[in-house]
């Protein structure tokens, strides 16, 4: 249920390496590629289609909660610009698509540098190919489940100063590791590892307001295999989500719906319709 998504389309790139055709299987959907296909992009495969076609056959409103998901990404990454954050890590990425991360920084500080991580390899090859020309972004592999291996990735870009105040972003990314106490492990190692003045921005889906729904689409992404891990009844709380945040000092209005997270115009969609909750945190 991620919410990134792509343009252009995947077989205009580079094919990848003889090693990460053994990490890569179109049959198997992806999260990443099914939010494309949500999001009216071409950057996927069958398996994909299928997958989001039966998704959105238990909840329609799928493809307008993933664009919701794409207005809060905006408004963190511009309040993080404005506050004066330079250094931007964007955690399971997803496909890059217009309106992301390092187009949406540069428009508040030039200067600002984005490092993009994703462990699917043909996102990275994407992604590379997209941005092989900007000398200010840069994408890498890694697997947010091993936080020191990806902190280690991350050093050697020379990109990000893990000294000076960096903004890591999990937007969809952590209702995709099933296993609470790796989720929670992944973020306790990256509040450790930044620097104070940093900030962690995160977007999840929730279970709190249908329930229902979200069992059923909890158990069709974890059957089709397109999230990994220990086998959940549902979707993480919003109070579950927020314990994500502990150690940091939550920017008001704190963990809320992402539609009414610091709106710039009026709310389009009832809470209830976009039970996906967001929140940024300060490390002070």
């Not at 964007?90 to 984005?114: F, K, M, S, Y």
Request: aromatic fraction near 6%; include cysteine.
């Amino acid at each position: 249920m991620s919410a990134k998504a792509c343009t252009g389309r995947m077989e205009d790139v580079m094919v990848p390496s003889k090693t990460e055709r053994l990490t890569f299987d179109p049959t198997v959907p992806n999260a990443g590629r099914i939010a494309d296909y949500f999001l009216g992009g071409k950057n996927n495969f069958a398996a994909d289609r299928a997958a989001a076609q039966a998704a959105i056959a238990i909840a329609p409103e799928l493809p307008a909660m993933s664009r919701e998901g794409r207005r809060f990404l905006g408004r963190a990454v511009r309040f993080l610009a404005d506050a004066g954050i330079r250094q931007f890590v964007d955690i399971g990425c997803g496909l890059p698509t217009q309106g992301n991360v390092h187009e949406i920084a540069h428009a508040v500080a030039p200067d600002a540098r984005v490092v993009y991580v994703d462990n699917d390899p043909m996102v990275v090859v994407h992604a590379q190919a997209l941005l092989q020309d900007d000398r200010l972004t840069t994408v890498v592999e890694a697997d947010a489940r091993d936080p020191e291996g990806l902190l280690s990735r991350l050093r050697r870009t020379g990109m990000i100063d893990l000294d000076q105040p960096v903004a890591i972003l999990l937007f969809s990314m952590l209702q995709d590791v099933t296993d609470d106490v790796l989720a929670t492990q992944i973020t306790t190692e990256l509040h450790k590892a930044i620097a104070p003045g940093s900030y962690m921005a995160v977007s999840h889906a929730v279970s709190d307001l249908r329930p229902e729904t979200t069992a059923k689409l909890t158990a069709l992404y974890q059957d089709g295999g397109s999230v990994t891990g220990p086998r959940r009844e549902n979707l993480r709380t919003r109070a579950e989500v927020g314990r994500f945040f502990d150690g940091l000092t939550l920017v008001e209005p704190g963990v809320v719906y992402v539609p009414q997270w610091r709106p710039d115009g009026a709310v389009l969609h009832r809470p209830d319709s976009v039970w996906v909750v967001g929140g940024v945190g300060r490390k002070e």
